[in-house]
């Protein structure tokens, strides 16, 4: 068994507690849901922004600890001040050491929108994320056929909240062009072996309609791969461990979000009118 098939089996049985332990008609009750939600889209496409969603994740199957004692409030807001555009934030226990109270927590500190990342399967997941202050979510076509990848995000939009739709093939992207979707990840970890290759968001970014934002995802950690994955059209940039496996991860983001912005200002300089390239 892949452990994308062990992550989804254990998902099943935890999804079948929950319902019957916190009922749609309390999770309805929170808060959070009948809040208005962030757009995702529009802060990705901000040009005084990064790109960046920034990822709050302890631990992986792929890497095991990465940061499990870091704090949610003190790294989200400092993503958030370091110039990302958005955050994301792990809600699956089992393997990512993560928690509802984790998203519930960086929406309380933050006013931007925030990605509840974790492996949709149902549509109580969906109402789930709002009911604890998620403004998107996202749907791993690897997982889901592409009928039901349609209908979740079909039930998504009528919450308000808006879908990242995450691809590793090209298969799977053109079984999944759901006018439903509102961005598409690619992700650039293989699920199955845990190899992470930029070239996967490259490969596939010609087969991107110009309608989706385009986000290139996993394995990123070094400033200059932005400037070449926006060379092939991605707006937005889901970066995790590189910053996590700091002790400070907020810090560890700005250094690299300052060297991001010198990095685009010196490529303008050595592109504008009368320079040399
Ligand atoms: O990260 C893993 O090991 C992993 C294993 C199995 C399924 C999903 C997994 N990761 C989820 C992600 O998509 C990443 O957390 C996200 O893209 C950020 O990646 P990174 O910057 O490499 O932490």
Request: net charge negative.
């Amino acid at each position: 068994m892949s452990i994308l098939q062990e992550i989804i089996t254990h998902k099943k049985a935890e999804v079948a507690e929950r319902i019957s332990l916190y009922p749609i008609k309390l999770l309805e009750q929170s808060l959070f849901f009948g809040g208005q939600t962030v757009s995702l889209k529009k802060y990705i496409l901000r040009q005084d922004k990064s790109g960046i969603i920034a990822e709050f994740k302890k631990k992986s199957p792929s890497k095991g600890m990465i940061n499990p004692y870091a704090d949610v409030e003190r790294t989200s807001i400092g993503y958030m001040q370091a110039g990302a555009s958005a955050l994301s934030v792990l809600t699956d226990k089992q393997y990512f050491g993560g928690s509802n109270e984790d998203l519930s927590t960086a929406r309380k500190f933050n006013y931007c929108p925030i990605l509840r990342k974790d492996f949709i399967i149902e549509e109580y997941q969906i109402v789930e994320a709002k009911a604890i202050g998620a403004d998107a979510i996202l749907l791993i076509a690897a997982v889901l056929s592409p009928q039901r990848l349609k209908e979740l995000a079909a039930f998504a939009k009528s919450l308000h909240l808006e879908v990242l739709m995450e691809v590793h093939s090209l298969d799977e992207l053109q079984q999944n062009l759901h006018p439903e979707v509102d961005l598409i990840g690619v992700n650039n970890r293989n699920l199955n072996t845990f190899v992470t290759d930029i070239a996967v968001s490259k490969e596939l970014a010609p087969h991107i309609p110009q309608e989706f934002v385009k986000v290139s995802e996993s394995g990123i950690s070094n400033p200059a791969t932005l400037l070449e994955l926006q060379a092939f059209g991605f707006e937005g940039f889901l970066i995790g461990e590189s910053f996590m496996q700091h002790s400070r991860p907020e810090q560890a983001a700005a250094r690299f979000i300052h060297e991001f912005q010198q990095l685009q200002q010196k490529k303008r300089g050595d592109t504008a009118p009368g320079t040399h390239a």
